[in-house]
C-alpha cells in the first residue's frame, strides 16, 4: 500500500521576492491560486493537488524555518544567508533580485578605510560588516546596528560609513552618497533542509530541475 505523501513545506521572502518566485514557480507547473489575492491577510497557502504548503515570512526568519525544519525549502537574499548563518545548504541561485552589498558613505570618508582608522559602521548587516572589517581588511570598527534607511547615519554623523545593499544606486545618489567599497554580489537563492534534502531528495531535486531549467530558458 502506498504511503500518503506528506506536505512540503516552502517559505518565502515576503514582498518582492515571494512574487517573483511564485511567477517562476508557475512556470514550472507548481501555482498557488489562494496566494494572488493582494487583500488577504492569511499566511500560509496549499496546493493539494501537489502537496506543497507557501507561507511568507520576514526574510531573516526564513533561515531559521528551514534550519529547524519548519520549512524544507526556503526562498531568501543571499545578504540574509551570509548574515543569519545558519545551517542549510544553499542550493541554487535564482538570478533574480540582484544587488551588490557594499561599503558607502560621501566620498570624504574613502581616507578612513585604509586600515588604520577606527571608525563607525552602521549596518542592517552586523556580521557581515565584521567578517569584512575584521577578517579581510583587518580594520578594527565600532559596527552599530540599524533597522533601515541606513543611509541616514553617515549624513546625520552617526557613523562615518554603513555597510548596506545597493540595487540601483538611486538611495544613495539622492542622500549625496557614493560606494567606496564592494563586498560580495548577492541575488535571491533557494535554501534547502538539510535533512529534508535525504528524506524527500527525489520531490526536492525534481523543484530545483525544474526552476533551474526555467532560470537558463
Ligand atoms: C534597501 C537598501 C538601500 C536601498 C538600495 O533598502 O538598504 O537603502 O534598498 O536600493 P537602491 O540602490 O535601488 O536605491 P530597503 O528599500 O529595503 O529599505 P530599508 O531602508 O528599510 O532597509
Redesign the pocket.
Known sequence: METEQRYLTIALTKGRLASKTMSILEQTGITCEEMKNPDSRKLIFTNEELKLRFFLAKGPDVPTYVEYGAADIGVVGRDTILEEQRKLYEVLDLGFGKCTMCVCGPESARKYLNGQQLIRVAT?YPRIAKDYFYNQKNQTVEIIKLN????LAPIVGLSEVIV?????????RENGLVVLEEICPLSARVVVNQVSMRMENERITKILNDLNQVILK
Open positions: 542592517k533601515g534607511s541606513i543611509e548596506d545593499i545597493v540595487e540601483t544606486g538611486s538611495t544613495l
